[in-house]
Nanobody, 115 residues
């Protein structure tokens, strides 16, 4: 069974940066296109960024484009999300999953952007 563990969240001031990590166990990360999702307070879960299995193709939601960078290290079975110039509207629980979202969701990592 695949397990997803997200980490790296926290409280940060507007304009600050955080780097999230997603460790995948129970499968080989290199086989899957992957993605980061987030769910803000009172909102539905939304796609933030995606990355192809070989890291050649990345896509971003319009709201984070130019500020967030998705990457992966298949050898470490780990995916990352570098978040810069954070805004209060980025406050959410961030989750990782394969691009088709077929694995059970992890607990996520809470990011709070506030002064």
């Amino acid at each position: 069974q695949v397990q997803l563990v997200e980490s790296g969240g926290g409280l940060v001031q507007p304009g600050g940066s955080l780097r999230l990590s997603c460790v995948v166990s129970g499968s080989f990360l290199r086989l899957y296109d992957m993605a980061w999702y987030r769910q803000g307070p009172g909102k539905q879960r939304e796609l933030v960024a995606s990355i192809s299995s070989g890291s050649t193709i990345t896509n971003y939601a319009a709201s984070v484009k130019g500020r967030f960078t998705i990457s992966r290290d298949n050898a470490k079975n780990t995916m990352y999300l570098q978040m810069n110039s954070l805004k209060p509207e980025d406050t959410a629980v961030y989750y990782c999953n394969n691009r088709a979202s077929t694995w059970d969701w992890g607990k996520g990592s809470l990011v709070t952007v506030s002064s």
